[in-house]
Each structure stands twice: as C-alpha cells, then as structure tokens.
C-alpha cells in the first residue's frame, strides 16, 4: 500500500531573527527611534513605558505587548520615573495573520505570558551577553558557544505558538467552552499564585510552609508543579525575583544601597553586595554604572 506524505500546514512562519534583548532600562531612558524592515516585538515586564508608532501615542504597563509591523517609525521612554523592564525581540514573518497585531496593544493572559516566559528563557540561555543582547555589526545576534541543544528552535516554535494563539484569541470567537477546568488551568492559576505570595514577601526569607499553606498544597506537590511549568525550583525562582528586584530599586534611585538592603532582608549592606555580586557579577555600585552607560 503506498502512503501519500501530507505536508503540514504552517500559516505563521518566523524565518529570521534579528535581535534578543531583555532591556533593563533606567529611570530616564529615551530611544530616539528608528523604522526597519522587520517585525518587532515589545512586552513590558515591569514599570511603564512610553512608545511612539502608527502614528499613535502608546502607554504600555506591565503584562502589555505591542507588534510593530515592518518599516514602522518608533520611539519609546520610561514614564513616572520608574525603571522598567522590557522584552524586545525583532524577526521576519510574511505571514498575512499578522497584520490583526497593527496599531493595538495586547494584555497577554497567564497562558500567553508563561509561552513568552519560556522564550525569554530559552533566549538566555542561547545567546550573549544575558541583557541587552546588541550585535556590534550586522551578523546577528551573539551566540553562546554552550547553548542547550536546540534552544534556537524552542525561541522559533515558542514564538509562533505564542503569535497563533494571540491570533487566535483576537479573531476567532470562542464557540463553546468547557464546564470544567482543565489541568493545565488549574496549574496556570497555581503558578500566579505562587509568584504573587514571593512577590508580596520578597524581603523576607523564603518560606516553603508557608506558601504551602497560602496555597493548601503540600511540599512535594507544590515542588512538582512549578518545576514542570517554569523549569525552575521554587528557591531558585525567588532568588531571581529578588535579584530583579534589587536591580529595579538601584536603578530608580530613590534609595540607598543600605535602604534597598534592609527592604529586601539582608543583614548588613556588605553581605547584601556580597550576594549581588555572587548571582550578577557586578557590585551593587558596577551596577549602577552599567546601567547609567546604556542611557
């Protein structure tokens, strides 16, 4: 019997990228702006931001995501002197689905930001330096020579899978739904939880009891779930979110690396740099600098 081969159907394609970055921006960046021939992508991870494009004043918070389609003129600037965070990924697509994404900006739902979380993710672990990932000429984006095997296509197919369910969401109207959560929901909803509960006590030593008992979840269960939806272990993740706090606070300049030590439960300001120093490389004070160098 002779089998007939199918080939897929791909209606949405990303073919090229061209930059990764993960911004740290300080309290008074301002991009002049610039327009190229390519899609660009910007996701608010934390603070405001400020975005010219279309034609259109854009004020974007975080959780908000916004396509600029090719040879669209844009600027962007942090607003109400707060440092954000910004995800901008810019790439080729020809596909005729994407123009839904023209002129609007998107909140992305917990699905949506977990699909972008891991892309992140995995762009972190394929590419040099960490943040603000820029090429020093136009050969692309900068490699890291141990990358995990096939982290360049999980950022390919975790990209599309996040522009087809947005494209999804934005044109096809939900017919019917389930009378009952999925597992995959139910885990979704855990997961905000969870970081919420870090989030509210960051500047307190980290209690596994006591988000098991925020949650009603016992240790192993807990343990479980969030390492197969983040990749992360619970310690590791908030040692992150404490970091990333630290970095905000230093670069909105409203405290002192003494006040910023003692709001996130450190002993002394030296054991808080010593710490800094062992996750990022940097003191605290490098830091500092670095930050005001990219403005």
């Known amino acids: 019997m002779a089998y007939q081969k199918s080939p897929f159907q791909e209606p949405l394609i990303i073919s090229n990228l061209y930059t990764f970055y993960y911004h740290e921006h300080s309290k ?31 004020t974007m918070s975080q959780g908000e995501f916004l396509l600029l389609k090719p040879d ?10 707060l440092a ?9 697509c020809l596909s005729q ?13 917990d699905r949506e930001r977990n699909l972008l979380t891991e892309v992140v ?4 672990s394929a590419f040099q330096p960490l943040i603000d990932t820029k090429p020093e000429s136009s050969n692309g984006v900068l490699r ?4 995990p095997f096939g982290a360049e296509q999980m950022i390919k197919t975790g990209l599309e899978r996040l522009l087809i369910q947005l494209v999804r969401r934005l044109t096809v109207a939900q017919t019917s739904k389930l009378s009952f959560p999925s597992r995959e929901h139910k885990e979704d909803e855990l997961i905000v939880q969870i970081k919420s509960f870090m989030r509210k006590h960051i ?19 807990i343990k479980d779930i969030f390492l197969r939806q983040t990749g992360l272990g619970l310690q590791q993740y908030y040692l992150e979110l404490k970091i990333l706090e630290i970095k905000h606070l230093i670069r909105e300049e409203k405290h002192n690396f003494t006040e910023i030590a003692e709001m996130l ?8 740099s010593r710490r800094f120093k062992l996750e990022t490389g940097m003191t605290p004070s490098e830091y500092a600098k670095s930050v005001k160098a990219r403005i």
Request: glycine share 6%; net charge negative.
């Open 203 to 221: 500047g307190l030593p980290f209690s596994l009891e006591a988000l098991c008992s925020h949650v009603n979840l016992g240790k192993s269960q």
């Open 72 to 81: 669209t003129f844009h600027t962007s600037r942090t607003l109400d002197q």
């Open 97 to 109: 689905a994407m123009n839904v994404f023209e002129n609007r900006v998107i909140s992305l739902n």
């Open 265 to 272: 439960g450190y002993s002394s300001v030296h054991y808080f």
């Open 28 to 58: 008074t960046f301002s991009f002049p702006g610039e327009s190229h021939d390519f899609w660009e992508m910007l996701y608010v991870d934390k603070g405001k931001v400020e975005v010219f494009a279309y034609d259109n004043y854009f």
């Open 144 to 147: 890291r020579a141990d990358a």
């Open 121 to 124: 993710r995995e762009g972190f």
């Open 84 to 92: 954000p965070n910004a995800v901008n990924i810019s790439f080729e």
